[in-house]
């Protein structure tokens, strides 16, 4: 997977937010606390899976000061490639009390057409057609995919050895 984009439309603390990975090396997300560095992988997170941080409903996603049954759009997209294909995963709200709708885009890699649509509105079938497309659960995704703060301060205090076996793990 090469993730090329996530953009993020009032989910948390923020309003519309784009972020662009670079392509290659490690890409870092930095900031103050309370900037929204938790809420970007923790909506990519979401729009592959629906996980959601430990206690929270999907309704409370949902930016504070937004009504999605008024007309706002609360949602995730996710633009990444695997193999020749391009995907647009949209994970959206579609009422304030948390309802979702899971669609899934594709078109070949390079290609100026329209996506198409390979599955959803389904949340069910989306999540099974993720999952069978990365060819990993939510746990193993997350697990393989991000370093947590927690994992840099054990690099930064561990060791040579220690840090050697942290970053086996990460890689």
């Not at 870092?28 to 592959?48: E, H, M, Q, R, Y």
Request: charged share 25%.
């Amino acid at each position: 997977m090469i993730l090329l984009k996530i953009e993020i439309d009032n989910i948390r603390s923020h309003g519309h937010y784009v972020f662009e990975p670079s392509l290659t090396g490690t890409t870092a997300i930095c900031g103050p606390n309370g900037a929204g560095k938790s809420t970007i992988v923790d909506s990519f997170a979401w729009c592959l899976y629906g996980t959601r941080p430990a206690g929270t409903k999907n309704s409370e996603m949902i930016k504070n000061t937004v009504s999605v049954e008024s007309g706002s759009i609360s949602q995730v997209k996710i633009i990444f490639i695997v193999g020749n294909r391009e995907y647009l995963i949209q994970r959206k709200m579609v009422n304030d009390k948390g309802g979702v709708e899971l669609n899934i885009y594709s078109r070949s890699v390079d290609s100026e057409e329209e996506y198409v649509l390979d599955c959803g509105p389904g949340v069910t079938s989306s999540e099974a057609f993720i999952r069978k497309l990365l060819g990993v659960d939510e746990r193993g995704f997350l697990s393989s995919t991000f370093v947590q703060q927690k994992q840099v301060d054990q690099i930064i205090s561990a060791g040579l050895r220690e840090r050697g076996a942290v970053i086996e793990r990460l890689i």
